[in-house]
């Protein structure tokens, strides 16, 4: 059982390039994230999904598209990178949004650097 | 709407101190509230909850307690070791759809021996 699965762990990208982060998670959970966590600012949320085939908008969602194919990924997407998305990405994913089964699983991250 | 204020770090602590990490914040209706550690190279793992006023969430020797009078969740622990290195982030999540999360700034500890 592997949780969550982050996919790359390290990427350097020019601005303009473009680029795919996967989530991959084990524990048939219905619910994903991705969030960003910049120095001083915590962890943001950018989209979410509550189940196959949805998405919807974080806080941050500009300059980032996601998919949901499958139940057990969500693909984050930057379509023309630039240096403001450098950060650290943390996908995360839960099974319920309520009572004891609401706990968020994080994956161990993505450093990303756009030049 | 919502949003979580920690105090701001680095914590410097020697081994056996004691710990509080203040917490505090601003939510309509009734939150739950958490503490998520960090440690270093990791991603986020879930220290604690509580999901109603009054509750105690525990777990490692550290404890939090929902105070709603106070719009406070602070962390303590009665004797950190280094082994409690890490970044700590207070969140809550608010009753609606996808379990949403938001977080606070984060607080570095830091023990030594």
């Known amino acids: 059982n592997a949780g969550v699965t982050q996919t790359p762990k390290f990427r350097v990208l020019k601005t303009g390039q473009s680029m795919t982060l996967l989530c991959a998670q084990d524990?048939?959970?219905?619910?994903m994230y991705w969030y960003r966590q910049d120095p001083g600012m915590g962890l943001r949320l950018i989209h979410y999904?509550?189940?196959?085939?949805?998405?919807a908008k974080g806080e941050v969602p500009d300059g980032y598209n996601v998919s949901r194919l499958k139940k057990q990924n969500f693909l984050l997407g930057l379509e023309s990178a630039a240096p403001s998305q450098t950060s650290v990405y943390f996908c995360?994913?839960?099974?319920?949004?309520?009572?004891?089964?609401?706990?968020?699983?994080f994956g161990p991250g993505t450093r990303l650097t756009v030049l | 709407g919502n949003s979580v204020t920690q105090m701001e770090g680095p914590v410097t602590l020697s081994e056996e101190a004691f710990l509080t990490i203040n917490c505090t914040y601003t939510?309509?209706?009734?939150?739950?509230l958490f503490w998520y550690v960090q440690y270093p190279g990791e991603g986020l793992q879930l220290l604690l909850k509580?999901?109603?006023?009054?509750d105690k969430g525990s777990n490692k020797g550290f404890e939090a307690t929902y105070r709603k009078e106070t719009t406070s969740f602070h962390l303590e622990k009665g004797s950190v070791q280094v082994s409690d290195s890490a970044v700590y982030f207070c969140?809550?999540?608010?009753?609606?759809?996808?379990?949403?999360?938001?977080f606070g700034t984060g607080t570095r500890l830091q023990v030594t021996l």
């Open positions: 995360a994913s839960s099974y319920s949004t309520s009572g004891l089964t609401d706990t968020q699983y």
């Open positions: 524990m048939n959970h219905e619910y």
């Open positions: 999904s509550v189940g196959e085939g949805t998405t």
């Open positions: 939510a309509t209706g009734y939150p739950s």
């Open positions: 509580a999901t109603k006023a009054d």
């Open positions: 969140a809550l999540k608010n009753t609606g759809t996808a379990s949403k999360l938001t």
